[in-house]
């Protein structure tokens, strides 16, 4: 285990539903940050947080709310999603921003039927 | 433009049988080069860090190497075992009024018995 936890770890939605997906971690990390990662495509960087503030939005349409309400805890909230959202979706911590090492979860399989 | 490139994109070797993976990048001001291992539906998990005055570095039966005048770093894989079938990504940070990181796209791994 990494000490970065993610739930659910699938989830199946459809496009009209309300969704949030989860991270947590335990390693004492000031920094946290959601991850897409679709078929066949280099791991797209969607949110940091560091020291619970919003750093960086890499352009992520709207239907995504990110929410870090302390230095442990990261929710990706999702509503109206397309199927073209559908990916893993990986929730890292690290202890400074970038160039450090960032520690991974296993992820969440979404599926948008 | 800062970009990651891997090579191949994909590999099938025996089990027991060495193999290098490449990785060149072309980002600037560079500032360090990791390697991360990723199994099928997990995050990815650190293998080793490489900073730019670093030639060679080992963990286990890993090898990376980085050559920063020409960009290019590899990853030697000794003596393959099956486990050794994941993703393995390079990444790489650099500074851009913040510290920034690319990943590049992957090369998937694939040892035979």
């Known amino acids: 285990e990494t000490g970065v936890t993610q739930t659910p770890r699938h989830l199946v939605m459809g496009m009209t539903n309300k969704k949030s997906l989860k991270c947590e971690q335990h390693?004492?990390?000031?920094?946290m940050y959601w991850y897409k990662q679709s078929a066949k495509k280099p791991l797209e960087l969607m949110f940091v947080?560091?020291?619970?503030?919003?750093?960086e939005n890499n352009s992520v349409p709207s239907r995504f709310s990110p929410e870090c309400p302390n230095s442990s805890h990261l929710f990706l909230h999702l509503h109206t999603l397309q199927p073209e959202d559908s990916a893993l979706y990986l929730c890292?911590?690290?202890?400074?921003?970038?160039?450090?090492?960032?520690?991974f979860g296993q992820g969440t399989r979404l599926t948008v039927v | 433009k800062n970009q990651v490139e891997q090579s191949p994109q994909s590999l099938i070797i025996l089990e027991g049988k060495n193999c290098t993976l490449q990785?060149?990048?072309?980002?600037?001001?560079?500032?360090?080069l990791r390697w991360y291992k990723q199994d099928t539906g997990r995050g990815p998990v650190s293998l080793t860090i490489?900073?730019?005055?670093?030639n060679t570095k080992s963990n286990g039966r890993y090898t990376a190497t980085l050559d920063a005048d020409t960009k290019q770093s590899s990853l030697h894989i000794t003596a393959s075992q099956l486990s050794d079938s994941a993703s393995y990504i390079c990444?790489?940070?650099?500074?851009?009024?913040?510290?920034?990181?690319?990943f590049g796209s992957g090369t998937r791994l694939s040892i035979r018995p």
């Open positions: 390693l004492g990390h000031n920094a």
């Open positions: 990444v790489v940070s650099y500074y851009s009024s913040a510290s920034k990181i690319i």
């Open positions: 947080y560091s020291l619970e503030e919003r750093v």
């Open positions: 490489m900073t730019f005055s670093e």
């Open positions: 890292a911590s690290s202890q400074g921003q970038a160039d450090t090492e960032a520690f």
């Open positions: 990785c060149n990048y072309t980002v600037s001001p560079f500032s360090n």
